[in-house]
């Protein structure tokens, strides 16, 4: 699990008894299971991806991708087995301390000179004795030996975890990922050291380097984009501002006459309790939606610019809170959620392909949540669905994998703000942004929407959908709150 600092950058706000947080994941750790980390990814749920491909690192001097390691040593090529070391001190020093957050050590291969290919036993190796450990040596003079609770390699020929295999590599291409569950102590750490058992290498000797570890979410910013919500404790009043075109709390009992398309299918109600989901209410009355067992849509409720009596704008921010239930678990197939679209009945959906002219949509997405890797349980990553002119006809996924990434716990309430840019016809400058908790998860730029000024933003598009085709396997639901759309960027609610 993450080292307990990311718990320390987790802001808490309290309405009434419910706890309001940013979305650091701090139940999330990486993993080396069915959605462990790939070269491009992560974790491979969602499309989580690393900010570069192969990887990304910390050196010692705290620079990302930087040449300083804090450990080095020449893995020789010899013949048989052989135990390697790596004084890794500095770097669990900084762990312990609270200095970054852990998730995990990567070792590289050093760029420079000729590298061959070193084989390591993993975690999974048969022989347990050669199993990687981290040896630690405390000032009372006492010794503990830990085993990781991770480890795997990033392998740009595969799509997929290669973590669940025997061995790991490190080369030129593959960067070994070891993470070790380490507890917080008042004892000082006089040493730690890594070994690791190598019964192959290939080709020449390796200087292999370690480096911390710094997918995006470790590498999250405390600061939080505060817009024009900070001025309406709750959201009360919200709706006055002049740059806000529509805002609800679904207080009202007749909810469903606040907007101007409403699908009679769609399984929703308002609820100011529900027990039986942990349930715990942000302000007053929420949304609650169904995705029911054998069905498909839970939520089809739409806030049309035009019927509201607004011209169709070009650029729009829309913000709303998300809570995922207790019972909430999409175990067999993604899905759709609330985004923005002008799909004019035409295109921009369903396997109907945008070509500029008839429509577009990005509308938000989940991810599945393997039953079978526990790295993930009670976590739900959520992107963007976007239908463009550049897309083929099922659209393209954006995960939202950005410190402090996509990813969702259950039974928590998140600010989730979209915004979209519309690009000018004949130019690549459309844009879109999303943020959870006031913090960027996502930014795509040269987006080419349209390629006809025809095509505006028709609406904001409050869709719950499980799957392409699929239907839910089960009963589960989330709870939608204090939805805002206006001209400028809106920003968590004020408690």
Not at 101 to 107: F, Q, S, T
Not at 145 to 150: H, K, M
Not at 180 to 206: C, I, M
Not at 400 to 417: A, F, H, K, T
Request: charge should be neutral.
């Amino acid at each position: 699990m993450l080292n307990r600092l990311s718990r320390l950058l987790t802001l808490m706000v309290f309405w009434g008894s419910c706890s309001v947080a940013m979305a650091a994941p701090d139940t999330f750790f990486i993993g080396d299971g069915v959605v462990g980390p790939t070269c491009a990814n992560y974790t491979g749920m969602g499309h989580m991806a690393w900010s570069r491909p192969g990887g990304d690192w910390v050196d010692a001097a705290g620079k990302l991708y930087g040449a300083q390691p804090y450990s080095s040593h020449l893995v020789p090529l010899g013949k048989g087995r052989q135990i390697e070391d790596w004084d890794v001190t500095e770097l669990v020093q900084g762990w312990l301390g609270g200095r970054y957050p852990n998730a995990g050590m990567m070792l590289r291969a050093r760029r420079a000179g000729k590298n061959g290919v070193a084989d390591f036993h993993s975690r999974e190796s048969p022989d347990s004795v050669s199993r990687p450990i981290l040896k630690l040596k405390w000032s009372d003079g006492s010794q503990t030996r830990v085993s990781p609770v991770a480890d795997t390699h990033l392998d740009c020929s595969s799509l997929s975890s290669v973590g669940a295999k025997p061995i790991m590599k490190v080369s030129a291409s593959q960067s070994a990922l070891i993470r070790f569950d380490l507890k917080r102590t008042n004892l000082r750490l006089e040493q730690a050291v890594l070994y690791l058992v190598s019964d192959t290498r290939y080709a020449a000797g390796t200087e292999i380097e370690v480096y911390r570890a710094a997918p995006p979410y470790a590498r999250m910013s405390g600061d939080i984009a505060t817009g024009l919500a900070q001025t309406f404790p709750r959201d009360l009043g919200i709706d006055k501002h002049p740059d806000v075109l529509f805002a609800t709390g679904f207080e009202n009992p007749m909810w469903v006459t606040e907007w101007n398309y409403f699908d009679p299918r769609s399984n929703s109600e308002g609820v100011s309790e529900d027990g039986a989901n942990s349930f715990e209410s942000l302000s007053g009355r929420a949304l609650r939606v169904r995705l029911v067992k054998g069905k498909n849509l839970g939520l089809d409720l739409r806030y049309e610019f035009a019927k509201a009596g607004h011209p169709e704008p070009e650029e729009i921010y829309f913000r709303y809170y998300l809570r995922f239930a207790d019972d909430w678990d999409p175990y067999l197939d993604g899905g759709k959620m609330p985004g923005i679209a002008g799909t004019y009945g035409r295109a921009g959906w369903g396997m109907r392909r945008s070509d500029g002219y008839n429509g577009w949509s990005v509308r938000g997405g989940f991810a599945s949540r393997p039953a079978a890797d526990k790295s993930v349980a009670r976590i739900t990553a959520v992107g963007s669905y976007s239908y463009h002119a550049e897309t083929d006809a099922s659209g393209d996924y954006w995960g939202w994998s950005e410190g402090p990434s996509g990813l969702l716990e259950n039974n928590r309430w998140y600010s989730v703000e979209q915004y979209v840019k519309l690009n000018t016809p004949g130019s690549r400058d459309g844009v879109f942004r999303a943020w959870i908790d006031g913090r960027q998860v996502v930014e795509k730029t040269a987006v080419v929407f349209r390629h006809t000024r025809d095509l505006k933003i028709e609406n904001v598009w409050m869709n719950i959908y499980h799957g392409g085709v699929g239907p839910s396997p089960k009963d589960m639901a989330l709870y939608l709150d204090n939805v805002v759309i206006a001209r400028q960027y809106i920003g968590p609610a004020r408690r």
